[in-house]
């Protein structure tokens, strides 16, 4: 239909995460941003919010994915893609699994937390009644960067 937007692949959805993570340094916030796609249409992006909310569940994957199900109004998201900057954590794995997303899409592994390959693999664990696709590594090179920079800027 004319006037919809073009479906988005996840190079560039993984530049508006990307975006997102800066906005999220800028504000003095670890630099992890999400985006939350069905069929290609962006249905929610955020940032981590854990220093401005106090909420040490803020992260920017469980933020998406509760404004994800919010907007489609189904807490169920397994036509949904979560792209992330950085590999998901336990809490935020936990998140996917509960919301039954069908696909992640990170760019930097996370060896000390990363719950989707790197430490622990929520995603495909045959004893959950629910497995994620998963698509590592996409511009895992510029979401590292801007991790790196933001802690090296704090020690």
Same mark, same amino acid.
Not at 105 to 117: I, W
Not at 124 to 146: F, I, K, P, S, Y
């Given at each position: 239909?004319?006037?919809?937007?073009?479906?988005?692949?996840?190079?560039?959805?993984?530049?508006?995460?990307?975006?997102?993570? !800066?906005?999220?340094? +800028?504000?003095?916030? *670890?630099?992890?941003?999400?985006?939350? =796609?069905?069929? /290609?249409? @962006?249905? #929610? &992006?955020?940032?981590?919010?854990?220093?401005?909310?106090?909420?040490?569940?803020?992260?920017?994957?469980?933020?998406?994915?509760?404004?994800?199900?919010?907007?489609?109004?189904?807490? !169920?998201?397994?036509? +949904?893609?979560?792209? *992330?900057?950085?590999?998901?954590?336990? =809490?935020?794995? /936990?998140? @996917?699994? #509960? &919301?039954?997303?069908?696909?992640?899409?990170?760019?930097?592994?996370?060896?000390?937390?990363?719950?989707?390959?790197?430490?622990?693999?929520?995603?495909?664990?045959?004893?959950?009644?629910?497995?994620?696709?998963?698509?590592?590594? *996409?511009?895992?090179?510029?979401?590292?960067?801007?991790?790196?920079?933001?802690? #090296?800027?704090?020690?």
């Amino acid at each position: 239909m004319p006037g919809e937007p073009l479906p988005i692949d996840d190079h560039a959805a993984m530049g508006l995460a990307l975006d997102l993570a !800066r906005e999220a340094a +800028a504000a003095n916030e *670890v630099p992890v941003g999400a985006v939350v =796609l069905i069929d /290609g249409q @962006v249905v #929610a &992006a955020r940032r981590n919010e854990r220093q401005q909310s106090g909420d040490p569940t803020a992260h920017a994957e469980v933020l998406a994915i509760r404004d994800a199900a919010a907007a489609l109004g189904d807490r !169920r998201l397994r036509d +949904a893609t979560l792209v *992330v900057t950085l590999e998901p954590c336990p =809490l935020c794995a /936990g998140a @996917v699994w #509960a &919301a039954q997303v069908g696909r992640v899409v990170f760019g930097a592994a996370d060896l000390k937390a990363g719950a989707m390959g790197s430490l622990y693999n929520v995603a495909v664990d045959q004893r959950l009644n629910h497995t994620t696709e998963v698509v590592a590594g *996409v511009r895992a090179d510029e979401a590292a960067d801007l991790l790196t920079a933001f802690f #090296a800027d704090r020690r």
